[in-house]
């Protein structure tokens, strides 16, 4: 066996018994289980930045979904010619302009929304019309119709979304959080849906997972939780990278997202 | 009153009492109130292909809606880490390949979908990954996740989504029809949805239209019907519209969509 592909918890136990192994393809970002394998006389590569294609998605269908009140109308049983909202000409700002929300902007520009980015210095980011510092968060938040956290967990990033930013949101916005949760105040998202400055939040991450049954935000009316399932691997994009690699690998050439066994990543 | 800019029937009543009018804008495709009066001493202009943005908006909010399992999610009272699906790698077919079908291509490509087009003659447009002729329809629907009719009412187009056709695609598949009612065969797509072939299927269309509260089509299972609401006027389309012009008025240029008040449009 020469080559491994495939979920490094499974491929460490086969490590041992592939003799004349070269190349290992992690299909996980995390690639702990080979690393603490003794073996290392092959090249180990991983995958990065896979997670732009499912964030994005998720945003969207979320969105859309209220936008086009597929909910409602799903369960419809009966002529309905009300007029739906859309995206188009809306603003959508982002927290946090790395690959998962530059990925999101550009399908977001695409669908006609103007989108602003928050980041620490307010640097310009491609696919976004304007960038803003973590200083200027009130002047990012100013009228947005919806908000897209996608920080990491970091002292910064704490309670980023409070009483304070949500009232800057034109009334009636939608906060979607697909980062980590300690971006959000959460005494202060459930008092923004009670008076309706929110009209829908939707949040991936939480303080305590799994969220017990018992738990009274899952009574919160128009705050829906979606049990950490955004940034979901997708397999078409795991293979699409060992392709490239294996045309790679054929050929000669360097290998993409190659891990440094010292460092483990 | 130098301009106007309006729905057609409300201007239709201005226009006796504007002395100085030289330009009416209509918010509308349809111009006819504004045809019929007598007066035509000034310039008027229309929207085109404003359909496009909505259009996509519609067809992307359930595919990604049934995906993601944004029904359930938004109800759910427990934690539930199932992986949903993704648009990402899949095969979505567009039945008409004109200015709504090629929008809907451009934004499907950005989310990373294999998109398949169909037209009378299989001529290649931009934005589609492959078109096919109406000759080679059951190859243009071979294997198809998700099915997007977007035709006109043409003897041509009639139940060409017949059983045959919804047997080429992808057990499991998604059907949207978002151009005109007859294009479907509702007997097949009952059975289809009944023996799972389909796993949804969404109709803004019906040959009756408003459909009455007691039609049993409202009892079909996992059938939604969106009660032509699909391709809704996005005012801020409009309105780019009417300072795209406002800009060539003032500037002593040629105006875009004028309407030859002879021919009607």
């Known amino acids: 066996m020469e080559i491994l592909f495939g979920a490094p918890d499974r491929l460490a136990l086969l490590l041992p018994h592939c003799d004349s192994l070269r190349w290992v393809q992690s299909s996980w970002a995390g690639v702990k289980p080979l690393i603490e394998c003794p073996r290392r006389d092959y090249q180990l590569t991983g995958v990065k930045n896979i997670f732009g294609p499912p964030m994005t998605e998720f945003v969207l269908a979320w969105l859309l979904a209220f936008e086009r009140r597929v909910v409602q109308?799903?369960?419809?049983?009966?002529?309905?010619?009300?007029?739906?909202?859309?995206?188009?000409?809306?603003?959508?700002?982002?927290?946090?302009?790395?690959?998962?929300?530059?990925?999101?902007?550009?399908?977001?520009?695409?669908?006609?929304?103007?989108?602003?980015?928050?980041?620490?210095?307010?640097r310009s980011i491609p696919n976004f019309d304007d960038c803003y510092s973590t200083a200027s968060i009130n002047e990012f938040a100013d009228g947005l119709d919806y908000l897209v956290a996608l920080l990491p967990d970091t002292p910064g990033s704490d309670r980023l979304i409070d009483a304070e930013l949500l009232a800057q949101l034109k009334p009636g916005a939608i906060l979607i959080n697909g980062g980590r949760a300690n971006v959000v105040d959460q005494g202060a998202l459930i008092a923004a849906l009670d008076a309706g400055q929110l009209a829908h939040a939707v949040l991936d991450v939480l303080n305590l997972e799994p969220l017990p049954d018992s738990d009274p935000l899952w009574q919160v009316p128009n705050l829906h939780i979606t049990s950490h399932t955004a940034a979901v691997t997708i397999p078409e994009i795991i293979v699409s990278v060992f392709c490239e690699n294996y045309r790679r690998y054929h050929g000669g050439r360097s290998l993409l997202h190659r891990i440094d066994f010292d460092k483990g990543y």
């Open 73 to 122: 109308r799903s369960q419809a049983r009966s002529w309905d010619e009300a007029v739906d909202g859309h995206l188009y000409g809306k603003s959508l700002g982002v927290m946090g302009t790395g690959s998962l929300g530059s990925h999101l902007a550009a399908a977001c520009q695409a669908v006609g929304l103007r989108v602003r980015g928050l980041n620490s210095d307010g």
